[in-house]
């Protein structure tokens, strides 16, 4: 992983809002892989990832049409 | 020296002009057999920033606009050249436009499921056999438990005739209990919405988040 890749995950996740949370899990953990890919650092999505779901359970932050 | 990046495939060439990419470069289309890919040329792997992944997630929705059927790629794939992108997708051609046929005319509602606990598994049944047999009896329990979201029960009438196919992620990790994705004719969000609406009292103690439409982001899977 390199280093630049460690902290655009430190930025994203410090930053992000609702709809960008869900953009996260779509794009880094979801969509058609294919082999002889070049991946970002591997281990900077899976640190994005990781800290994607911690910060979800950490908290009700994705809101929108949620119950009142 | 440029490398391709690759957004999506397709069903068919967009009507729509495909715009710029995540580098801000002009995309083109690359026709592979039945299946057509978009891609950009870039010089480097973009970082996944906010801007990045927004960008990336503005592309998907412009091709959702003017074609039946989008995949999304993951974030961050680049190959070569077209060559090499031919090369990769060619022995997975036909499952990636069975893929296609499956999304055509469809997208994405992604809903989250809050709480303070799961719901109950059903208890187990009684087996007949060997300590092997009923290892294995609980074994199939648990990998079809995780497949399922009872708390959404409530809601089912409502959202069957919406749901075309589901995708279930248990977390089990208060207040986070599970991510469902449903994949769902487009048009039909107003009416889906509704139903989940409709069903919010029914579904308590667990509370419901909705987001979307999204690009079908969880549906490629068998394509993956």
């Avoid at chain 2, 708390?151 to 075309?164: F, I, K």
Wanted: include cysteine; glycine fraction near 8%; aromatic fraction near 4%.
């Amino acid at each position: 992983m390199t280093a630049p890749t460690r902290v655009a995950a430190r930025e994203i996740l410090e930053t992000a809002d609702d709809s960008l949370l869900d953009l996260i899990d779509n794009l880094l953990n979801r969509g058609v892989m294919i082999s002889g890919e070049v991946v970002l650092g591997l281990a900077g999505v899976d640190l994005i990832y990781l800290r994607l779901q911690a910060m979800l359970c950490a908290a009700d932050r994705v809101t929108s049409r949620e119950a009142p | 020296m440029s490398r391709v990046y690759l957004y999506a495939l397709l069903s068919g060439t967009p009507a729509c002009e495909t715009g710029v990419g995540v580098c801000s470069e002009r995309l083109r289309v690359v026709a592979l057999g039945d299946l057509v890919a978009v891609v950009g040329d870039v010089g480097e792997l973009p970082a996944p920033t906010a801007l990045t992944l927004r960008a990336q997630d503005a592309v998907l929705r412009r091709l959702c606009a003017a074609v039946d059927a989008v995949l999304p790629v993951r974030f961050g794939t680049l190959v070569a050249d077209d060559a090499a992108l031919a090369e990769s997708l060619a022995p997975r051609r036909p499952e990636l436009a069975r893929a296609l046929g499956r999304i055509s005319g469809c997208e994405q509602m992604t809903v989250r499921v809050w709480g303070e606990a799961p719901a109950a598994a059903p208890p187990p049944v009684a087996v007949e056999g060997g300590p092997g047999t009923r290892y294995l009896a609980g074994r199939r329990r648990a990998r079809e438990w995780i497949h399922r979201v009872p708390e959404l029960e409530p809601a089912r009438r409502g959202l069957a005739d919406l749901v075309r196919e589901e995708r279930v992620e248990r977390h089990d990790r208060p207040p986070l209990l599970a991510t469902v994705q449903h994949l769902v004719p487009r048009g039909a969000v107003g009416r889906y919405l509704d139903a989940i609406d409709g069903a919010r009292a029914g579904l308590r103690p667990w509370r419901v988040s909705v987001t979307g439409p999204w690009p079908a982001y969880a549906f490629v899977d068998e394509a993956a």
